[in-house]
C-alpha cells in the first residue's frame, strides 16, 4: 500500500473541506466528501504508520507512548498509544493516521434498539435511531470489512475460559463480530490484506495487514479520489471570516520542536469536520470559544467512558493464553483482542462483557503491574498471612514470566454498561482536563465490579479491578471508549450540535454555524454500553450524505480524474514564512497609557495572544524566472490570529504593535 500523507509545503492555502482527524469519523467524512468531488484536506496529529512499523517489543512500546497529565505533557506529541490523564478519569486514544481504530479491538457491534429511546437524542433520532441508522450501518459494515471469525475460534482458551465465566452468571458466550481480515483477499477499497495471524497483538497495532483500520478502507479510497492528506498537523483553533470561510490554524508538529518560531500556521476552508475524537473535538472547539466563537453553553458537558470497565481474573485454574505473541511466531494462537461476549439485561440497563488480549509488547509490564494489583486489592477469598504469602509468591513469579506461571492464567475482561455521563472537559491553562468527582465511586462501577468478581471466581481466580486505582497518576478510572463533549440536540440548549452534525451558533434556538460540522464520538449524547465505533461510523456516514444533498454536490462522472482543486487552492511554493506572536494582558478601563493597561489586564485576568502570520512565495513558473514576488494573500487579507483567553472583555480596542 502506497504512503498516503504529504509533506506540509504541498498544502494548499485553501479547500472545499478541510476534515480534522482520521478516525471513524474522519475517515468517513474524507473518503465520502472526496468521492463528492470536493478538495479535501486532512490534518492528523499522529504519524502515518503501516503494518510492521507497530511496536512489537517494550522498547518500541515505550516509545510510542505519550501522556497528558494536568502537570504537563510526556513523551512524543505523535506517540500512538495516547494517554490522558485528567484530575478523576484517565482515557486511551490512537494518535496516528487512522486515529484509535488503530489500537482498538475493532469490535463491529450495533447499539440496542432500546438506546435510541432516550430524550437526549435529537427528535430525528429518538425512538427510531436504529431504524435510520439502518441503511448507514450496513454501508460502514460493507467497508470496514466486518465479519464473524472463523468457527474455530471457540476453541481458544480465553473464549473457553469465559464460557465458563459465562455459566457462572447465568448466561452464554455469543460471537463477537470483527472488523478483522480471516482470509487473503482485496478489501472493498482496493488493498490487499492478508489472513489473521490470531497473534493477538491488536491494540498496539496490526503489523500483519490483517486488521480492518480506517488506514486500509476510508482513507486509502479518500486519497484515491484526490484528497490530501498531512500528519502530524494538530488543528488548535477554527475561526469564521468575514467572506464566509474558515480560518484554521494549526501546528506542524514536525518542525515545531526545531523551529517553534514556526509553530502556527493556517488554512482556509469552505468546510470543517471535526472529527478528532471526543477529546480533540471538544478541545478544539472549546478554544475556539475563548477566540471568540459562539457556540452552546453545553459544549463539553455530558462526557462518558461509556460505562467502561477493565478488569482482570489473575492466576485462574487454567492456561488462558491471553498474552500476544509480540515478536515470537504463533505456534500457540491467542486469537484476535476480543472474540467473543457476554450479553446481560439488567434492570440497570445492558452489560456487555468481552475478554481481551495483552500485546506481546506490554506481555511483561503486566504481569507484574496484575500481581502488584493482587497483592494491593485482590479478591479471592484468601485471608491474613495465607493471602500475604500467596500474593507475594505471584508477584514474584508473574514479574519474571510473559506466558507462563500467573500471567499465563489470567483473563482480561472488557465491560462495558452505562454510566451517568456527568462528566466535564474543561482547558485549564491551555490543557484539556476531565472533571468528573468521585466517578470510581457510581454505583454502577461497584455493579460491574461485583458482577466480574463472579465471573473470576468461576474461573478459581483472584478478582484484579481496574489497576489505574493504584496508579502514581491518581486517576480512578480508565476508559479506552470516550463519548461525548458535543452532545447532538434539538437546539442549543439540549445539544452542541444537531442531528447533521451541524454546530449550533450561539446558546439557544437552532441557527447553526453554516460549514462547520463535529461528526465523532464527541456527538454520541449518551453512553451506548456496547463499543462505539459502528455507531460512531454510522453517524459519520449520516451526517457526510446529509451534507452532500443539503450542498447539493454531485459525485464526478464515473472514470473522471480526482477532483481539481478549487481556484484559491495553488500548488505550494517556494517563499518565506513569517509568523509574530505578541502576547500580554489587556484592559478596556485604560486607553492612554499601555503599561498600566498591561497591570490592570493581569489584575483582572484578562490575557490576550495575537498571532500574526504572513506569506511571500515565488512562484514556479514565469514569475519565478522573472524574479516576480507577490504576496499570496493578494485575494484577501492576510491570517491576522486573535485569541482573547478566557478574559472578561470579549470587546477588544485597537492593539499598538510591538513585542
Known amino acids: 500500500m502506497e504512503r498516503m500523507a504529504r509533506p506540509t509545503h504541498e498544502m494548499h492555502e485553501h479547500y472545499d473541506v478541510v476534515v ?32 510492521g512499523e507497530y511496536p512489537d517489543s517494550p522498547a518500541s512500546a515505550l516509545r510510542q507512548v505519550q501522556a497528558q497529565t494536568r502537570r504537563g505533557h510526556v513523551g512524543s506529541p505523535t506517540a500512538l498509544i495516547d494517554f490522558n490523564l485528567g484530575s478523576d478519569i484517565g482515557v486511551v ?61 471457540p476453541e481458544l482458551p480465553k473464549v473457553r475460559a469465559l464460557e465458563a465465566s459465562a455459566a457462572a452468571l447465568g448466561a452464554t458466550v455469543e460471537p463477537a463480530k470483527l472488523n478483522v481480515t480471516f482470509a487473503d483477499g482485496t478489501n472493498a477499497a482496493g488493498i490487499e490484506q492478508r489472513a489473521c495471524s490470531l497473534c493477538g497483538d491488536c491494540v498496539t497495532g496490526c503489523n500483519h495487514w490483517a486488521k480492518n ?79 471568540g466563537l459562539d457556540v452552546s453553553e453545553r ?100 514479574a519474571f514470566s510473559t506466558r507462563r506461571g500467573p500471567t499465563d492464567r489470567t483473563l482480561t475482561y472488557l465491560v462495558m454498561s452505562v454510566d451517568d455521563d456527568s462528566g466535564e472537559l474543561v482547558l485549564e491553562d491551555d490543557r484539556l482536563n476531565i ?29 484484579v479491578p481496574n489497576p489505574i486505582w493504584a496508579s502514581p497518576f491518581g486517576s480512578t478510572l480508565l476508559t479506552v471508549q470516550p463519548l461525548g463533549g458535543c452532545d447532538m440536540g434539538d437546539d442549543a440548549r439540549s445539544g452542541v450540535v444537531n442531528h447533521k452534525g451541524q454546530v449550533f451558533a450561539g446558546r439557544t434556538g437552532t441557527r447553526v454555524h453554516d460549514g462547520l460540522y463535529v461528526a465523532d464520538g464527541a456527538i454520541v449524547p449518551r453512553p451506548l454500553g456496547a463499543n462505539p465505533s459502528l455507531t460512531i461510523s454510522a453517524l459519520a456516514e449520516r451526517i457526510c450524505e446529509l451534507m452532500i444533498e443539503d450542498s447539493r454536490w454531485e459525485p464526478p462522472p464515473p472514470g473522471s480524474p480526482p477532483p ?16 509574530d506572536r505578541l502576547h500580554g494582558h489587556i484592559s478596556t478601563r485604560v486607553t492612554g497609557d499601555y503599561d498600566q493597561g498591561e497591570v490592570i489586564g493581569r489584575d483582572e ?53 510591538g513585542r
Open 93 to 153: 486514544r490512537g494518535c496516528g493516521l487512522g486515529g484509535t481504530s488503530l489500537i482498538n479491538a475493532n469490535v463491529a457491534k450495533r447499539a440496542e434498539p432500546e438506546i435510541f429511546d432516550d430524550d437526549r437524542w435529537p427528535s430525528e433520532l429518538r425512538g427510531n435511531g436504529a431504524d435510520v441508522l439502518e441503511p448507514y450501518y450496513a454501508r460502514a459494515e460493507t467497508m470496514l470489512g466486518s465479519q464473524y471469525a472463523p468457527v474455530s475460534i
Open 299 to 398: 459544549l463539553g458537558l455530558s462526557f462518558t467512558g461509556n460505562g467502561d470497565v477493565v478488569a482482570f481474573a489473575f492466576d485462574t485454574d487454567r492456561s488462558v493464553r491471553g498474552i500476544g505473541t509480540g515478536r515470537e511466531p504463533v505456534t500457540d494462537p491467542v486469537g484476535t483482542c476480543i472474540n467473543a461476549m457476554i450479553e446481560l439485561d439488567t434492570a440497570e440497563g445492558p452489560v456487555l462483557i468481552q475478554e481481551g488480549a495483552i500485546p506481546g509488547a506490554l506481555g511483561r509490564a503486566a504481569g507484574g503491574v496484575w500481581g502488584l494489583s493482587a497483592l494491593a486489592f485482590g479478591r479471592d477469598g484468601s485471608r491474613g498471612l495465607e493471602r500475604v504469602l500467596k500474593r507475594l509468591g505471584q508477584l514474584v513469579e508473574a
Open 213 to 291: 483500520t480506517v488506514l486500509m478502507n476510508y482513507l486509502p479510497d479518500a486519497h484515491r479520489h484526490g484528497a490530501h492528506i498531512f500528519t502530524e498537523i494538530q488543528a488548535r483553533t477554527v475561526r469564521k471570516r468575514p467572506d464566509g470561510t474558515w480560518l484554521i490554524e494549526y501546528v506542524d508538529l514536525s518542525v515545531a520542536r526545531r523551529r517553534p518560531w514556526r509553530r502556527t500556521r493556517f488554512v482556509t476552508a469552505d468546510v470543517v469536520v471535526l472529527a478528532a475524537g471526543s477529546l480533540g473535538s471538544t478541545e478544539i472547539l472549546l478554544r475556539s470559544r475563548y477566540a
Open 20 to 51: 480534522v482527524g482520521s478516525g471513524y469519523g474522519g475517515g468517513i467524512a474524507a473518503s465520502r466528501l472526496a468521492r463528492a468531488g470536493r478538495s479535501v484536506c486532512v490534518l492528523e496529529r499522529g504519524k502515518e504508520l503501516h503494518p
Open 435 to 463: 472533571r468528573w468527582p468521585n466517578v470510581s465511586q457510581r454505583p454502577v462501577f461497584d455493579r460491574l465490579n461485583e458482577t466480574v468478581r463472579q465471573a473470576s471466581a468461576a474461573l478459581g481466580g483472584t478478582f
Open 564 to 579: 481539481a482543486q478549487s481556484s484559491s487552492a495553488r500548488r505550494a511554493t517556494m517563499g518565506l514564512t513569517f509568523n
Open 605 to 657: 485576568g484578562s490575557p490576550i495572544d495575537v498571532v500574526v502570520n504572513d506569506r511571500l512565495r515565488r512562484r514556479r513558473a514565469g514569475a519565478a524566472q522573472r524574479g516576480d514576488v507577490r504576496s499570496p494573500h493578494r485575494h484577501g487579507p492576510r491570517p491576522i490570529t486573535l485569541i482573547a483567553a478566557a478574559g472578561r472583555h470579549r470587546h477588544v480596542p485597537a492593539i499598538r504593535r
